[in-house]
């Protein structure tokens, strides 16, 4: 089983199923990723001691160093915050919502930043 399948198969997942447009932003969140030809598949990261997963990542398939996380995304009630992080004092949040995913000049700017992040970690880039 893929690293892609072991996210969408775990409980965790499941559970996002149940929350209002999650699944499907997340869905297409996966997908506008996908489209715009980053190489990645998406990791729960433990968040909490009881052991629970609150956030998840997207990895890069072929990290040049050590890190390989390219976002971190934070599901919400309705939407997703999704951080791009840079270093301890550089990190952006944006809001995606069922309001803005479809609308590519609302996700250009995540995308923009995203795929800077991607080349200056992937080995393949962009």
Request: charged letters at 30%; a neutral charge; aromatic letters at 12%.
């Amino acid at each position: 089983m893929s690293r892609k399948d072991n996210f969408f198969k775990s409980a965790d997942f499941e559970n996002i199923k149940k929350t209002n447009n999650l699944e499907e932003l997340i869905l297409k969140l996966i997908d506008k990723f996908e489209s715009e030809g980053f190489s990645f598949y998406p990791a729960w990261r433990v968040t909490d001691k009881s052991g629970e997963f609150k956030k998840f990542t997207f990895k890069v398939n072929q990290p040049a160093e050590k890190n390989e996380n390219l976002i971190t995304v934070h599901p919400q009630s309705n939407e997703l915050k999704v951080e791009i992080y840079r270093n301890q004092n550089d990190i952006t949040y944006y809001r995606v919502k069922i309001e803005n995913i479809d609308d590519p000049a609302q996700m250009k700017p995540l995308l923009d930043d995203a795929k800077r992040i991607y080349n200056s970690i992937s080995l393949l880039g962009l």
